[in-house]
């Protein structure tokens, strides 16, 4: 195969990867629950993929009160047959989270990204 035919060939197989990744739907904080609400588009075989989150280490901003902390979404069935279109959400609960308030960045393969703010845990003091 000539050199250029390998780049084309490397150049579709990384486009079809992207197409079949995970991706954000939509992203916010429920006040009411305490939990961060992410709905996620993906395509696979089957419904039953869940996602949960690995989180970063927390780092302060210098000149704000305000931390910041990402989190990769990871997708229990990542190598699942991108065949058909789903869509789920799933809840995460933060009352464990100390790295608060903060700004927050979700990330998923290929390069997507969701940034969101969480304010201070419930109760916590000023």
């Known amino acids: 195969?000539?050199?250029?035919?390998?780049l084309l060939l490397l150049a579709g197989l990384?486009?079809?990867?992207?197409?079949a990744a995970d991706n954000f739907s939509e992203a916010h904080y429920d006040a009411a629950k305490d939990q961060l609400v992410i709905?996620?588009?993906y395509r696979g075989?089957?419904?039953d993929h869940t996602f949960s989150l690995q989180?970063?280490?927390?780092?302060?901003?210098?000149?704000?009160?305000?931390?910041?902390?990402?989190a990769e979404v990871l997708d229990s069935k990542?190598?699942?047959?991108?065949?058909?279109?789903f869509k789920t959400t799933t809840r995460i609960d933060l009352a464990g989270l100390?790295?608060?308030?903060?700004?927050?960045?979700?990330?998923?393969a290929?390069?997507?990204y969701y940034t969101l703010r969480i304010p201070a845990a419930p109760g916590a003091s000023p």
């Open 45 to 47: 075989t089957n419904p």
């Open 110 to 112: 290929p390069r997507f």
């Open 14 to 19: 990384m486009l079809a990867r992207a197409a």
């Open 1 to 6: 195969m000539n050199p250029r035919m390998s």
């Open 98 to 108: 100390a790295c608060r308030p903060a700004k927050v960045t979700l990330r998923t």
């Open 39 to 41: 709905t996620m588009i």
């Open 78 to 85: 990542f190598m699942d047959a991108a065949q058909t279109n």
């Open 55 to 70: 989180w970063g280490k927390c780092r302060d901003v210098a000149g704000s009160s305000v931390h910041e902390i990402s």
